[in-house]
C-alpha cells in the first residue's frame, strides 16, 4: 500500500511568487490534514479535510493560503504571493476515520528567498 | 485550548544506553489522546507509540515506553537500548475528540556510536 506523498520534497522561491504543494493521500482515506513547522518552533495545524469538504480551517494563517482537494482524493495547497515567513516544512497527514492514527507524508521544504 | 510542552531542544545519548525525553501539556478535558512521534533525516514522520488517557498502564513498544502521568500531566517517553537509528527528531503530540493534534516543539536526539 502506498503512503502518503507529497510533491515537490523542496521547492526554492522568491518572495512575491507562487507556489503550490500537492499531497495524494492513502487511497480510501476520508481525511486529509495539512501541518507547518516553521524552523525551532512546533508543528501547527493548518486545516483539516473530510473528503472534499474544508472541516476545519482555523490555522490557516491568512488569505494568500488557499487549499483544495479535488474529488476528496488529492489535495493542493497553494501560496500566493509567497512571503519570507511563509518559508518552513509542509506536512500533509490522512486517515480513514477521525481518530484514527494519522499517516504522515515526508513533507514539502518551501523556502522564500 | 491545548498546549505541549517539551522543555528539551537537545539531546545525546551513547548508543546502547538509555533516554528519556520530556514532555508536559496542559487541558482541562478527561479522555484524550497523547503520541510521541519520530522525525528521521527522511522526514517522514512516524507514529512511535500512543497512550489513551483513561489507560492507567503506561503503553510500550519494543525498546520504547512512556511514563504517563495524567495528575502531573506527564507523558515521558524512554528509549532503551538505544540505537543510531534512533537518532531522530521526536515531537510529543496531544489530541482530544475531533480536534487536531497539537504538537510540541520537538526534541532532537542524537545517538553516539
Known amino acids: 500500500e502506498a503512503g502518503v506523498t507529497q510533491f515537490p520534497s523542496h521547492s526554492v522561491i522568491e518572495k512575491g511568487q507562487t507556489v503550490t504543494l500537492r499531497c495524494d493521500p492513502i487511497?480510501?482515506?476520508?481525511?486529509l490534514y495539512w501541518y507547518r513547522r516553521v524552523m525551532g518552533k512546533e508543528i501547527k495545524f493548518l486545516l483539516h479535510?473530510?473528503?472534499?469538504?474544508?472541516?476545519?480551517e482555523s490555522g490557516m494563517p491568512n488569505n494568500r493560503f488557499l487549499a483544495e482537494r479535488t474529488g476528496g482524493t488529492y489535495s493542493t495547497l497553494k501560496v500566493q504571493p509567497a512571503e519570507l515567513e511563509d518559508s518552513g516544512v509542509y506536512f500533509c497527514?490522512?486517515?480513514?476515520?477521525?481518530?484514527?492514527?494519522?499517516?504522515f507524508g515526508s513533507g514539502t521544504q518551501l523556502s522564500v528567498l | 485550548a491545548q498546549t505541549v510542552t517539551q522543555s528539551q531542544p537537545e539531546m545525546s545519548v551513547q548508543e546502547a544506553e538509555t533516554v528519556t525525553l520530556s514532555c508536559t501539556y496542559d487541558?482541562?478535558?478527561?479522555?484524550?489522546?497523547l503520541f510521541w512521534y519520530k522525525q528521521p533525516p527522511s522526514r517522514q514522520m512516524i507514529l512511535v507509540i500512543r497512550?489513551?488517557?483513561?489507560?492507567?498502564q503506561n503503553a510500550t513498544e519494543n525498546r520504547f515506553s512512556v511514563n504517563f502521568q495524567k495528575a502531573a500531566k506527564s507523558f515521558s517517553l524512554k528509549i532503551s537500548d538505544s540505537q543510531l537509528g534512533d537518532t531522530a527528531m521526536y515531537f510529543c503530540?496531544?489530541?482530544?475528540?475531533?480536534?487536531?493534534?497539537?504538537f510540541g516543539t520537538g526534541t532532537r536526539l542524537t545517538i553516539i556510536p
Open positions: 497527514a490522512s486517515s480513514h476515520y477521525l481518530n484514527e492514527k494519522l499517516f
Open positions: 487511497s480510501g482515506h476520508d481525511n
Open positions: 479535510f473530510v473528503k472534499e469538504s474544508k472541516q476545519d
Open positions: 487541558t482541562s478535558e478527561n479522555n484524550y489522546y
Open positions: 497512550q489513551e488517557a483513561y489507560k492507567q
Open positions: 503530540a496531544f489530541h482530544f475528540g475531533n480536534e487536531k493534534l497539537t
